[in-house]
């Protein structure tokens, strides 16, 4: 468990995200280097899609974001490495009805593939509590 708080999505304007940051002057460091990551991979996959226009979206249930999003971002960076296609799941404040929009952008092949996994990520994690019960 790190040190930090992370607040977002504050809206200054049209197409700015600011997130607000608060801890040790360590762990903020170590978390703006993560963010400039994820933002510069999400950066580069949306210029993937036509004119930024998301190529696919579809809705997970909220309580499965974190199973798609992986520890740090770990599990969404390797799904748009393994597949090439921008992936970005909408935040929990977004929220409608207890689902999520999930917006791919790139090609339509990798938009499939990158669906799927998600997909699968989301049903394994269902069949996986089924046995447990």
């Known amino acids: 468990s790190s040190g930090i708080n992370a607040e977002w999505p504050l809206r200054p304007g049209e197409g700015q995200t600011v997130i ?5 002057v360590e762990d903020i460091e170590k978390a703006k280097v993560l963010l400039a990551r ?14 930024g226009e998301p190529t696919e979206q579809f809705d997970i249930p909220e309580d499965k974001c974190g199973l798609v999003i992986g520890s740090r971002g770990s599990k969404i960076r390797e799904i748009q490495s393994d597949t090439g296609v ?7 404040d977004t929220a409608v009805g207890g689902m999520i929009k999930v917006t791919l952008r790139g090609d339509k092949g990798g938009c499939d593939e ?7 990520l989301i049903s394994d994690s269902d069949k996986r509590t089924e046995r447990s019960w």
């Open 38 to 51: 994820i933002y510069q991979d999400d950066s580069r996959s949306n210029q993937q899609g036509q004119e």
């Open 86 to 92: 921008g992936v970005n799941v909408g935040s929990r």
């Open 114 to 120: 990158a669906k799927k996994i998600i997909m699968e």
């Open 20 to 24: 607000r940051l608060s801890g040790a």
